[in-house]
C-alpha cells in the first residue's frame, strides 16, 4: 500500500488562496475542512502518512459527524486538495486518484461510498467497469455468436460471406428460435 507523507512547503492556506473563492466564509469553511483532515492524519498516522488505511480511517471518523451527502462533498474537496499537493511535488501520490485509477472510475463519489462500505474490498470490486463490449449479458451474447458463425445458421441466413450482419442475425435468431 502507498503511503504519501504530508509536507509543509504547500498548505491548505496557499491552496484556498490559489482558489480564489468569491466568499469569505467559503474559504473559511475549506480551510475548516483542510485542516482538519490535515490534524487527522498527524494524529491517526503514525508516520503521518497520507495513506489509503489513513483516507479510510478519516471518512469513518467523518461518517459520525456528517451525513453521507456532506462526507462524499467534503471528500472530493480533500481529493482536489492531495491533487494540488501532488502537482507541488509536496505528495509522492494521490491515494483517491490511486483508488480512482485503479477501480476505473472518474470521480470520487463511488469511491468513497465503497471505502465506507462495511467490506471496502468487495465493493471496490464491484466498481470495476467490465471490459470493453462487456455486459453481464456476456456469457449468452458469446453463445448467440457462436450459434450465428455454426454452418448451419450461416449457409441458410447468409447472403454475404460477413458471419453475421443485422439482416442475417434476424434471420438466424429467427431460426434459432423457430428450432427452439
Not at 475548516?32 to 483516507?55: C, H, M, P, Y
Not at 470493453?132 to 451474447?141: A, I, Y
Request: charged share 25%; proline share 6%; glycine share 4%.
Amino acid at each position: 500500500m502507498k503511503t504519501t507523507s504530508m509536507s509543509k512547503g504547500s498548505t491548505p492556506e496557499n491552496y484556498v488562496r490559489e482558489l480564489r473563492l468569491r466568499s469569505p466564509v467559503s474559504s473559511q469553511v475549506y480551510l475548516s475542512i483542510l485542516n482538519g483532515f490535515q490534524r487527522f492524519v498527524a494524529e491517526q498516522a503514525e508516520d503521518k502518512s497520507v495513506s489509503q488505511t489513513t483516507i479510510r480511517q478519516w471518512l469513518k471518523d467523518r461518517t459520525l459527524a456528517w451525513p453521507l451527502h456532506i462526507v462524499t462533498d467534503r471528500a472530493r474537496l480533500v481529493d482536489r486538495f492531495l491533487d494540488w499537493r501532488v502537482n507541488n511535488r509536496a505528495l509522492a501520490n494521490n491515494p483517491f486518484a490511486d483508488l480512482r485509477a485503479e477501480y476505473g472510475q472518474r470521480t470520487t463519489t463511488p469511491v468513497v461510498r465503497a471505502l465506507l462500505n462495511a467490506n471496502p474490498e468487495a465493493a471496490l470490486e464491484a466498481l470495476r467497469p467490465l471490459p470493453r463490449f462487456g455486459s453481464f449479458l456476456g456469457p449468452v451474447m458469446r453463445e448467440h455468436v457462436g450459434l450465428l458463425c455454426m454452418p448451419w445458421v450461416t449457409a441458410t441466413t447468409r447472403r454475404r460471406s460477413v458471419c453475421f450482419g443485422w439482416t442475417d442475425s434476424f434471420r438466424a435468431g429467427r431460426i434459432y428460435l423457430a428450432i427452439r
